[in-house]
């Protein structure tokens, strides 16, 4: 039988850009070091993300040693983007929560804005251990999150996307199968386990670092999103409710909350502890 490993790592220096994907990461309380430490925010200070602007699937950020970014874009220049001062904050709605942030550069901004064609700023997280609390509902006291849209991590399954792919192949959308693996944006992608098999786990360590397993990944329309051309299609969620559905969710994924620090590697074993 074939033991579960650590098939790829995917960190999303900017949220909802382009991810990046990498041999090794630094698992912090937050997330991965470099993931979701940068977002964009509207003239209104909420969030924006491909929900709103599909086409930011198509602009990319390339994490610097200190925390700043590289920004590209087809036919574009790139833009170095580095960490702002932290003196002033801006207090930003993500969601359903409030957290303060720090503004880029203004060249970050007109970068964007000339992109996009719409009014953003982009903001960098200083204090990702205080800014933001996971819901606590599934956290400990002090537990925090980045930029991400609820989770320190999210890990998804291949066979699990294999599982999928062929239930779209066999609906009323099946010219828009399969589906890669960036549809979800996970940030650790495992192989070598049964369809499904996430679902079940509790507690599970990747290399020497141990995760709790919080709650499976309620899916938007983000993942309908082609991450190569920006087009929306109809999968996958009308697969995913129709096979997928817990109450009003569409799942996809589990989301992991840390239980310590390390580092995971490519190829490093899954071990099932709960």
């Known amino acids: 039988m074939v033991s579960p490993v650590l098939r790829a790592i995917r960190i999303h220096p ?38 709103q602007l599909p086409r930011l699937a198509q602009l990319s950020a390339a994490p610097l040693p200190g925390g700043g970014v590289v920004l590209s874009a087809p036919g574009s220049a790139p833009l170095t983007v580095d960490v ?4 002033f904050t801006v ?17 970050a901004h007109a970068w964007f804005g000339a992109r996009l064609g719409a009014e953003v700023r982009l903001v960098h997280l200083d204090e990702p251990s205080h800014r933001r609390p996971i819901d606590p509902a599934y956290a400990r006291p002090g537990e925090t999150v980045s930029f991400a849209d609820g989770f ?19 609906g009323d959308h099946a010219d828009e199968g399969p589906l890669p693996m960036n549809r979800f944006r996970p940030n650790v992608v495992v192989d070598g386990t049964a369809p499904w098999a996430e679902d079940g786990w509790r507690r599970i360590a ?15 329309v983000v993942t309908t999103t082609d991450q190569s051309t920006a087009e929306r299609g ?22 992991l909350i840390p239980d310590g620090t390390g580092v995971i590697r490519v190829g490093d074993p899954v071990r099932v502890l709960e």
């Open 91 to 107: 207090l930003a709605e993500l969601f359903r929560s409030k957290v303060e942030v720090v503004e880029a550069a203004r060249a």
């Open 14 to 51: 900017v949220k909802s850009l382009t991810a990046c994907t990498t041999d090794e990461a630094v698992v912090e309380p937050w997330g991965l070091d470099g993931d979701r430490r940068w977002m964009l925010i509207d003239s209104e200070d909420r969030v924006v993300t491909q929900r």
């Open 234 to 255: 109809k999968e996958p969620l009308r697969t995913l409710a129709r096979h997928r559905r817990t109450g009003t969710g569409l799942h996809f994924g589990q989301n």
């Open 206 to 220: 990747i290399g020497e670092v141990a995760f709790r397993v919080a709650k499976p990944c309620g899916r938007c």
């Open 152 to 170: 320190p991590l999210l890990l998804t399954a291949r066979a699990s996307l294999d599982a999928l792919n062929s239930l779209v192949e066999q």
């Open 84 to 87: 702002p001062d932290p003196a």
